[in-house]
């Protein structure tokens, strides 16, 4: 057998310069004559030791098998994962929560072995016309109780439609060590959190996902823009930079100068009295009529917040537009005013392509 050159796999300066003496010993060795492991085993180790060093002592030894290292023992990664492929096409919801089942089980029993619970589940579907659907459980407390997971399962089950039949189904097990979480003073935990996070699924299911969850501002100036994200189950506190205040993302408010009925010529001007927007949930719809573009009589649908938004302006603040996303779809554009009615009614009103609407009252 001849002797090939050892490439050492380069990930620290201890192995290159290893790998680099190596090849200097066996350069040594080719012109020696030594080409086979037979022959460097021949050699005499004390002085093949005193010509090439403790490296080449090393080789001498390997050759003859002398050379021991303790094994390390290096286990692969191991996947929590259970799939099954139908021999019939499944159009029913029984078959699939059979094999559920079955796999909630055998992945509890194989995390139970090694002490780990599962922090999450990945169920994909894969339908008969090679299109798969995924879905990504949050588990708000680790666990291998099967009637636990299932449920969860079974309840996402409950509402799932699809237009082609179901040909294999995938269940994957995120694994996690149990850990016990230790709270403030004033901090308490769920007295169940998993009930609780059945009953958020079930009303996903009866109401959609848009509409269950944490609203949450959307990057943008359009008035009480917001999107729903689903719950977090780790709370996190927001990282705030060294030197920058926290963003402020509150309803606007504008200045009046004066009383608190006083005029609203200023509204928009920076006042040192500041007074707040009650902002109506949702948009009052109004009818306004406008005299050379200035709103001068108000009149809403509804009477709101106790107070009657309806009579001939007495002051008017504007127009003030605003408008966003015109590079895309979402292209909105509104123009608002500030009016001060004559029963002594200060309110804000807009116009965009729905109309006329109240946006509030100042207080």
Not at 8 to 22: C, N, S
Not at 330 to 359: M, T, Y
Request: aromatic residues 8%; hydrophobic residues 40%.
């Amino acid at each position: 057998m001849s002797i090939a050159p050892v490439v050492l796999p380069a990930r620290t300066a201890k192995q290159i310069e290893r790998a680099k003496e190596t090849e200097r010993i066996l350069s040594i060795l080719h012109q020696w004559g030594i080409h086979t492991l037979g022959q460097l085993a021949a050699l005499r180790r004390d002085e093949l030791a005193a010509r090439l060093g403790m490296r080449a002592f090393e080789l001498w030894e390997r050759a003859n098998g002398r050379a021991e290292r303790i094994l390390k023992l290096v286990s692969p990664p191991e996947s929590f994962i259970e799939s099954f492929e139908f021999e019939n096409e499944i159009e029913t919801a029984e078959p699939l929560l059979f094999i559920l089942r079955r796999f909630l089980q055998q992945l509890a029993t194989r995390l139970n072995a090694i002490y780990l619970v599962a922090k999450e589940l990945r169920l994909r579907i894969t339908f008969a016309d090679k299109s798969q659907y995924e879905r990504i459980f949050k588990i708000p407390q680790p666990t291998n109780n099967e009637d636990i997971l299932f449920r969860m399962l079974h309840t996402h089950l409950e509402n799932f439609t699809s237009k082609h039949p179901i040909v294999a189904i995938e269940l994957e097990a995120q694994p996690s060590r149990s850990v016990r979480q230790q709270f403030g003073l004033f901090e308490t935990v769920l007295r169940d959190p998993v009930q609780l996070h059945e009953t958020l699924a079930r009303l996903v299911g009866l109401l959609g996902a848009d509409r269950v969850g944490t609203p949450v501002l959307e990057e943008t100036h359009r008035p009480d823009a917001f999107r729903m994200e689903p719950f977090a189950w780790e709370f996190r506190q927001p990282e705030q930079k060294l030197g920058q205040p926290e963003r402020c993302r509150g309803i606007p408010m504008r200045n009046l100068k004066g009383n608190m009925a006083g005029s609203v010529d200023s509204a928009r001007d920076d006042g040192k009295q500041r007074i707040p927007l009650r902002r109506f949930r949702k948009r009052t719809k109004a009818t306004v009529l406008l005299e050379n573009n200035r709103p001068t009589h108000v009149r809403a649908a509804e009477v709101r917040a106790g107070l009657a938004v309806e009579g001939t302006t007495m002051r008017q603040h504007g127009p003030f537009p605003i408008s966003g996303n015109w590079w895309d779809e979402h292209a909105w554009a509104r123009v608002e005013w500030d009016v001060e009615i004559e029963n002594g009614v200060i309110a804000r009103c807009h116009c965009d392509q729905d109309g006329w609407a109240i946006d509030g009252i100042y207080d």
